[in-house]
C-alpha cells in the first residue's frame, strides 16, 4: 500500500496535465523550440503515431527533469514507466529541456479510456437518444399503435383524412 | 387520388392510391383482406387457425399460405429469442382442444397480408400507393413529384401530434405501442404485461417482419433498442417511458426533413 501512493500521485500529476493540455494545448507548445525537434503532437488520442525521438529514457518523468549547468540543453523526450492504478495502466511521454516541461502526452491511457472505447466500438450500430418532442406535420399517413375499427375515427389518421376532404 | 377505407381485421384499412381510380379497382386487395379473415381469423369456427386449433385440421392438409405464415412465425420467434411467440398469449376465443398447441397468428398475418395485397396491386399495374392496417403501413412509389409518402409516427400522449416524420417510397413500417390499448403485449416468456417500453415503431422492407420486431422489441423493453440495432435492414426508433427517443443509428437517413407547411 506503501509503494502504491508514490505511484498514484504521480499518475494523478500526470493525468492533471494531460488535462491541462486537453484545455489549453496552445500553452504546452514551446514558443522558442524552433531549434528543437517537433514536440510530440499534443492530441493524445493519436499516440499510437511514432513518436518524434531525440532521446529515449525509461525513467520516470519526475526523474528525467534534472537542472543542468551547460548552456542551450536539447530537448529530450522522456518515456515513463508503466504505471499500474486500479483503473488500468498508465504510462506517459514528455518533452523536457533541461528544467522545462515543454509538452506531454499518454501513451498508454487508463483503462476507464480502453474500456469505453472497447464499448463504443462494440455498440456500433450505435443506438441515439433524444427527448420526446411533439410535432405537427404535413403528413399523409400515420403509424401508431393499433387501433380498434370503433377508435379509429378519433385517430390521427381519420382528422387527417377529414381535413383533406374538407 | 383515391382512398377506401373499410373496416376488417377488428381494425380499420386505408388503401390511398395517387392516381385516380374507380374505386372497384381496389376490389381485388379488400377481397384479398377478406380471404385472409376467412383462413386467419380465430373469431371463425371454419378458419383454418381454429381447426388447427381444434385437431380437425392436421398442419400438413393446411393452405400454403397458413403453413408459410406458420414457418415464418417460428422464424420470427428464433430471431427474437423467444420473445414473439405466436403459441403464447392466444385469444381465449380459440381455445385449443387437448392435447393441441396454442396458436395465434393474428400479430404476424395483418403484416403478412398488406405485404401480399401490395404485390396484388403492383402486379395491376398500380405504382404509387399506400395501405395503411390499424397503424401499420405498406408504401410503394411516390405521391407527389417530389417525394415519398410522409409518415408521421404517433406521439403517445398527443393524439394530435407525432413524435418523428419519415419520408419512405417502397418500404414498411410497424408501430407496436401501449398507450392506445393499453398493456395488451405479454411476454410470452413470463406471461406478465410487457412495459419496459411506451412505443416501438420499426421500418424496413417487409410489413410481417417489421411488426414482429416491433412486438418482440416491446416484449424486450430495456434490451429492446439494441437488439433492434443488432438486426440487419431494419430501422427503429422506440419511445421510452420517461419519454426519451432513442432511435438505431441509421434511422435518421428515413427522417424527412423537407420543412413542413402549417
Known sequence: ?????????????????LATFHSTPAKLTPSAASAAPPPPT????????????????????????????????????VTGSDIGTQ????????????????????IRL?????????????AAPRLRS???QAQSANIDLVSGATYTSEAYIQSLQSALDAARRA | MTVRVEAMWGTTIRVEVRDALDPTELDVVFDWFGEVDARFSTWRDDSEI???????LRLADASDDVRTVLARCEDAKQRSGGAFDIAYAVHPRVAPAPGRRLIDPSGFVKGWGVDRAAELLVARGIDAFAINAGGDIVTR???RADGGWRIGIQHPDERGCVAA????????????ARYERGDHILDPRTGEPAVGLMSVTVVGADLADADAAATAAMVLGDDGPSWLASLPDVEALCITNDRRVVTTDGFDRHRCHTPSLP
Do not use: K
Open chain 2, 50 to 56: 381454429s381447426r388447427l386449433a381444434a385437431g380437425t
Open chain 1, 87 to 106: 483503473f488500468g495502466d498508465v504510462q506517459v511521454q514528455v518533452l523536457v529541456r533541461g528544467t522545462r516541461l515543454l509538452d506531454v502526452r499518454a
Open chain 1, 110 to 122: 487508463p483503462y476507464s479510456h480502453s474500456r469505453s472505447q472497447q464499448l463504443s466500438d462494440y
Open chain 1, 130 to 132: 433524444e427527448a420526446l
Open chain 2, 165 to 176: 416524420v419519415i419520408e419512405l417510397e417502397d418500404g414498411a413500417v410497424a408501430t407496436s
Open chain 1, 1 to 17: 500500500m506503501r509503494r502504491a501512493g508514490p505511484a498514484l500521485l504521480a499518475t494523478a500529476g500526470a493525468l492533471g496535465l
Open chain 2, 141 to 143: 412509389g411516390r405521391p
Open chain 1, 42 to 77: 499534443s492530441d493524445p488520442t493519436t499516440t499510437t503515431t511514432a513518436a518524434p525521438v531525440t532521446t529515449r529514457v525509461t525513467s520516470p518523468p519526475t526523474s528525467a527533469a534534472r537542472p543542468t549547468t551547460t548552456a542551450a540543453p536539447a530537448a529530450h523526450v
